[in-house]
């Protein structure tokens, strides 16, 4: 049986690791770095080591930053009254390409869910009731999947006695539906018309 060069395979192997990607494009993406020219194969490895060098999560709001805080909670600019609670920080960059909000922002980093073992403890909670002081509103854009349901419950039984306002997505976000593959235009107006939780 035909085998491929170990080296071959090792990358094959290492895309095929990656999500959405099957056989057939892991072996397309390896001969496509293989055919490309030396240097391009060595500025495509130094972006994947230098991704995990320098980005780690804000001191504040646990997005993606470079340095200590983002870029959003340094902005002064921003509506330091309202932050808006996201379960990773992907759904920041999908949030902000609406320009229907200008306020800070609190990555939760999942949802709670028993059956994976993940309970309050193992998300950014505690950091974000430490955040609320001065705060007015808090919107909850967490994924509707039931375990993001369950977990907005959650937190607004947590918020709600301390005077905090608390506000969560219009409904046109399709129930079980990530944020992810939600349009703009669709969040951008389940945003604006965002109702009290
Ligand atoms: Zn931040």
């Known amino acids: 049986m035909y085998t491929l060069p170990h080296a071959l395979q090792n990358l094959v192997?290492?895309?095929?690791r990656l999500p959405g990607i099957g056989k057939k494009t892991?072996?397309?993406?390896?001969?496509?770095?293989?055919?490309?020219?030396?240097?391009?194969a060595t500025t495509f490895a130094e972006?994947?080591?230098h991704v995990k060098e320098n980005i780690h999560l804000c001191r504040n709001c646990f997005n993606f930053t470079e340095k200590e805080i983002c870029s959003i909670c340094e902005d002064r600019n921003r509506n330091q009254r309202q932050?808006?609670?996201v379960e990773d920080a992907s759904n920041i960059?999908?949030?902000?390409?609406?320009?229907?909000?200008?306020?800070?922002y609190h990555v939760l980093g999942g949802v709670i869910s028993p059956l994976d073992g993940i309970g309050p403890e193992d998300l950014h909670i505690k950091e974000l009731l430490?955040?609320?002081?001065?705060?007015?509103?808090?919107?909850?854009?967490?994924n509707s999947s039931t375990e993001g349901e369950a977990t907005s419950i959650y937190l607004s039984r947590l918020m709600k006695p301390l005077g905090v306002k608390i506000t969560r997505l219009a409904r046109g976000i399709p129930l079980g539906s990530n944020l992810e593959f939600v349009d703009e235009l669709t969040l951008g107006k389940a945003l604006k018309s965002r109702k009290s939780f």
């Open 83 to 85: 932050i808006c609670v």
């Open 130 to 142: 430490e955040r609320l002081e001065n705060v007015e509103e808090v919107i909850l854009a967490l």
């Open 26 to 40: 892991a072996m397309r993406l390896a001969l496509h770095v293989l055919h490309s020219s030396p240097e391009e």
């Open 47 to 49: 972006a994947i080591l």
């Open 93 to 104: 960059m999908m949030i902000e390409k609406t320009n229907e909000y200008h306020g800070l």
């Open 13 to 16: 192997e290492e895309f095929r």
